[in-house]
């Protein structure tokens, strides 16, 4: 038998691509679906996940599917600049789960203080040791006691995707990065 020509294994490959299913084809592997997020928040999140499905739909919506998601708490304070401070485990499908810590600055018309359970969607995340690094975003918080929301940060194509639900006072909008360590510090630069 003689050895297939180039034209022979590619023509082979698009047949047997073509033979998979449709949903085969579209969803990358390592990509968490929308329902497996949402049944992992309601679980962390407990009874004040009433928003979460739609954070995440929305999210969803707006980004694809994630690869990588991050459970955890953090604690953050304002007064014009701030400080946020959290640490939780990121879990992915091909390369595991593991201990994560994030902290940063932020300045704006914001103040107040606040303590959160935070979900964040990680979207196109090459490599685990790619997301430490700083994602930087514009935020935006309205708490009284209680309070949910999700916003945006980016890097070298890869989004990060907070959604907090938390305690506390806190009110208004600012510029701030997090920056995600493999350790705990208390240097937010």
């Known amino acids: 038998m003689a050895p297939w020509t180039r034209r022979e294994v590619l023509v082979a490959s698009l047949a047997l691509a073509a033979m998979r299913p449709a949903a085969a084809r579209e969803e990358p592997?390592?990509?968490?679906?929308?329902?497996?997020?949402v049944e992992r928040g309601h679980h962390?999140?407990?009874?004040?996940?009433?928003?979460?499905?739609?954070?995440?739909?929305?999210?969803?919506?707006?980004?694809?599917?994630?690869?990588?998601?991050?459970?955890g708490q953090e604690a953050s304070?304002?007064?014009?600049g701030g400080l946020r401070y959290g640490e939780g485990e990121m879990y992915t499908r091909n390369a595991g789960d593991r201990r994560i810590y994030w902290q940063g600055p932020s300045i704006g018309f914001d103040t107040g203080a606040d303590g959160d359970r935070t979900m964040m969607l990680v979207y196109n995340l090459p490599s685990v040791r790619a997301i430490y690094q700083r994602f930087g975003g514009i935020?935006?918080?309205?708490y009284f006691v209680g309070g949910f929301g999700f916003t945006a940060l980016g890097a070298q194509n890869i989004v990060v995707v907070p959604i907090r639900t938390g305690v506390g006072l806190r009110l208004g909008v600012n510029v701030s990065y997090l920056k995600f360590t493999r350790r705990a510090t208390w240097n937010p630069f």
């Open 29 to 37: 592997p390592g990509q968490y679906q929308v329902d497996e997020i």
């Open 44 to 71: 962390f999140f407990g009874a004040v996940s009433r928003g979460l499905a739609e954070a995440v739909q929305e999210a969803a919506r707006r980004w694809g599917l994630p690869n990588g998601y991050i459970l």
């Open 77 to 80: 304070a304002a007064f014009v």
């Open 139 to 142: 935020d935006g918080s309205a």
